[in-house]
């Protein structure tokens, strides 16, 4: 059983580059999420999405974007990196009430981004 | 907007201690908490859930207690072993209704001493 897979594990990048975090769970959940932490400020959410389809901003969203085009899959883009994005990710997935759930959270093990 | 407090920041106990970790959230109106542990440079392990109709919750030697009507959670860990050391956070659902998101305290680095 994978559960939530990420990639890459680590990345250095140069400020003013794209790149796209990938994340993949495979436990059907209809619900995935960003996460960054940061020493400090602890864990806070990017974006987010419900179900395949839908997005929504969480609390930290500007300088990402985010898209869902099926269950499985939520990858996260940076369209011109800055070294404020230096941080850890994490991806995770839920099964919302509504659907039968519990809403409990699962979560990847994360990309470490340097942004230099 | 939903707060959650994570005292103390830092444990440190002797191997065979039991302890308390404590939770405090500002908005009383959750559906549920969820109590997760993070080993240092890995993600983070579901540890718990304990829905808003629920009380407390078991798992092995661990114990989580709920009372909404204080905004409080309690974490209880007994006879604690060095594997135990790692960082525990507690998580609730952003406030509103149709809210999954969760929010997170800073945590408590826990330390077993040998």
């Known amino acids: 059983i994978a559960g939530i897979t990420q990639a890459p594990t680590s990345q250095i990048l140069a400020a ?12 059907r959940h ?49 369209a011109s ?18 659907s039968g ?3 409990e959270q699962y979560f990847g093990p994360g990309t470490r981004l340097t942004v230099t | 907007k939903q707060e959650v407090t994570q005292i103390p920041a830092a444990l440190s106990v002797p191997e ?30 579901s540890l718990l859930l304990i829905q808003s109709s629920q009380r407390e919750q078991t798992s092995g030697r661990l114990n989580a207690s709920l009372d909404k009507s204080s905004g409080r959670s309690t974490l209880y860990i007994a006879a604690s ?21 969760l929010t997170f305290g800073k945590g408590t680095k826990l330390s077993v001493i040998p």
Not at chain 1, 59 to 74: L, M
Not at chain 1, 81 to 98: H, R
Not at chain 2, 30 to 43: A, E, H, S, T, V
Request: proline share 5%; with cysteine.
């Open chain 1, 16 to 27: 003013g580059r794209r790149m796209t975090l990938r994340c993949t769970q495979d436990m």
């Open chain 1, 30 to 78: 209809n619900a995935m999420y960003w996460y960054r932490q940061d020493l400090g400020l602890g864990l806070r959410l990017i974006h987010y999405s419900n179900t395949a389809g839908t997005t929504g901003k969480g609390e930290v969203p500007d300088g990402y974007s985010v898209s869902r085009a099926n269950t499985d899959d939520f990858p996260l883009t940076l």
């Open chain 1, 81 to 98: 990196a800055v070294p404020s994005q230096t941080s850890v990710y994490f991806c995770a997935s839920s099964d919302i009430e509504g």
């Open chain 1, 101 to 103: 759930g519990s809403n």
């Open chain 2, 16 to 45: 065979g201690e039991n302890l308390v970790l404590n939770c405090s959230f500002t908005d009383s109106a959750i559906y549920n908490l969820q109590w997760f542990r993070q080993d240092p440079g890995k993600g983070l392990t």
């Open chain 2, 81 to 101: 072993q060095p594997g135990d050391s790692a960082t525990y956070l507690c998580a609730v659902p952003y406030s509103g209704a149709g809210s999954y998101q």
